[in-house]
């Protein structure tokens, strides 16, 4: 398995897994399967543009994508100094092999190698206790929780607020 920043050439495979991901854990993230269904691939191929302090990251087995974390970053002058993690997945098939951990800790360290991003943020399923095992782990810590975050199928889904600070704040000048 090795870890690499998805390019525009993986476009058709990260939006196949993405897509997979939408249909088999719905709960796991904010957008649908028919929201993201027909999205054309040059679309998701813009999305995959490398930029330094954000990306798509994914976990291949041989040449098959079998995992994808995202990091995003604030834009706001009030908010860049976070970053988020956003999208993660590990398809059934190959879980319990570490991928999910080596997919966020390559997200960890990119974020901690801008040297402005102070702070990453994330959400997860409040009902998902592996994931929120993982995360804390990692270094993250619970800041809150949002309840009914998600409404799917009629069915409200609370949310988990975490974060994990990369550096001390310090005033800037």
């Not at 939408?22 to 191929?45: H, M």
């Not at 570490?98 to 409040?126: D, H, K, M, T, Y």
């Not at 800041?143 to 994990?164: Q, R």
Request: one cysteine or more; hydrophobic letters at 45%; a neutral charge.
């Amino acid at each position: 398995m090795h870890i690499r920043r998805l390019t525009s050439l993986d476009a058709s495979a990260f939006q196949a897994l993405r897509l997979s991901a939408l249909r088999d854990s719905p709960s796991a993230f904010g957008s649908s399967y028919d929201e993201e269904k027909d999205i054309p691939v040059t679309t998701v191929e813009a999305r995959l543009v490398m930029k330094p302090d954000r990306g798509i990251f994914g976990a291949f087995e041989d040449d098959t994508l079998v995992g994808m974390i995202g990091l995003g970053r604030e834009s706001m002058k009030k908010l860049v100094h976070k970053a988020f993690v956003w999208g993660m997945y590990v398809g059934p098939e190959v879980r319990g092999k570490g991928i999910a951990r080596a997919l966020l800790q390559e997200a960890i360290s990119v974020a901690g190698s801008v040297p402005s991003v102070q702070q990453i943020n994330l959400s997860v399923n409040a009902s998902n206790a592996a994931a929120i095992r993982l995360y804390q782990s990692a270094g993250f810590t619970v800041f809150g929780c949002e309840p009914g975050a998600l409404l799917i199928d009629g069915e409200l889904h609370d949310e988990t607020h975490m974060y994990l600070r990369l550096k001390a704040s310090t005033p800037l000048r």
